[in-house]
Every structure is written in C-alpha cells, then in structure tokens.
C-alpha cells in the first residue's frame, strides 16, 4: 500500500455517517490491511485546536494504528495539525462539527478531518489531510 491508499481510507473514515457505516468500513479495510478509526468532534474552532490533536493521538493508540512512541504520537499529532491547518482559513471564529479519520497502512499514517462549519443552519464544510511516515521504535 501506498500514501494515496492510506490517505483514500482515512478520507472514507472521516466521511462515514455514523458508528455502524464506521465500524463496518474498518471491517473492509482491516481486509487491506489497513488500521483505521475515527473520532467526532465540535465545538469552537479555535479554542477546540488541541482537543482535536489530542483525541486523534488518543484514539490511534487505543485501536492499535501507534505505538507510545514520540515518533509514532508526533506523527499522529503532525498530520492532524496540517489538516486543521488547511481548514483553518475557513474555520477561524466559527463553530464546527464533524469527524477526524485516521488510518495507517505501513509506515504510512493520514489523518483527514471533514468539518461542517459556520452558525446555525448556515453551514459551509471543508476537509483537511495531512500525512506522514514513520517506522516503529
């Protein structure tokens, strides 16, 4: 498996619509030999920045995706700040509400984050996607 596979199935996590499609499409993907799991956030954008980082680092450990490693965690960490980072510009000083995708296929680790944001019903939506490599300790 490559990035863009790794990158397809973290995207498809952070798209799923509830627990059950969740569940069963890490079922499909443990087939792949892909690790995923996924995580629903909202809340302020700004102030939620850290929660967001934390529950990706939090979740990818308890499901198996990392290690403790600080590479591992780091990496974690990296490839969801550079999500948050590219929905930022939209995201500033606005409420938003959706759900990070992680996944892991190797040494390769993505982390997409599909977010409705805005005020109310005024909602605007925007994904974020980072990645990085890393070999186990």
């Known amino acids: 498996m490559d990035s863009r596979s790794t990158a397809r ?35 302020e954008f700004l102030s ?9 680092v939090v979740a990818s450990k308890r499901e198996g995706l990392v290690d403790q490693s600080h590479q591992c965690e780091g990496a974690v960490a990296g490839a969801t700040r550079e999500a948050l980072a590219q929905i930022m510009p939209k995201a500033l000083g606005l409420n938003v509400g959706g759900k ?34 890393v070999q186990d300790s």
Do not use: W
């Open 48 to 56: 939620s920045l850290q929660k967001v980082v934390e529950r990706a």
């Open 9 to 43: 199935a973290a995207l498809r996590m952070a798209l799923t619509p509830n627990r059950e499609a969740e569940a069963e499409l890490k079922k499909a993907l443990e087939a792949e030999q892909i690790k995923s799991t996924a995580v629903d956030y909202g809340g």
């Open 100 to 133: 990070v995708g992680i996944a892991r296929c190797g040494p390769h680790i993505a982390v997409a984050i599909f977010f409705g944001i805005g005020l109310l019903h005024l909602n605007d939506v925007a994904v974020g996607l980072g990645h990085r490599v």
